[in-house]
């Protein structure tokens, strides 16, 4: 890789991360790794979708609200009993 000299700004070759003088003016220059070059890194996967909340309507009042995973559970707004479907949507 070429780089410059922080001193006198000459360019010269390096063959990776490490210290090397400038060939010009003798000073040491540390020569850092960029890491991987841009659009060679695999961007991660996308995180998993959470499944979606069930949610039941009530047949007392018609009030639709979520679940959690029950056979039954009361209504919050009238306080009707609700059974809830194999899956949480009704």
């Not at 020569?31 to 039941?56: F, H, I, N």
């Amino acid at each position: 890789m070429i780089v410059r000299c922080g001193r006198c700004q000459t360019a010269f070759d390096a063959p990776g991360p490490g210290r090397y003088e400038c060939p010009a003016c003798g000073t040491a220059n540390e020569v850092r790794s960029r890491g991987p070059e841009p659009g060679l890194v695999t961007p991660p996967p996308p995180p998993p979708v959470p499944p979606p909340s069930p949610r039941v309507t009530c047949p007392h009042c018609g009030f639709r609200f979520i679940v959690g995973r029950a056979g039954s559970v009361p209504c919050p707004n009238c306080r009707g009993e609700v059974p809830v479907p194999e899956g949480g949507t009704a």
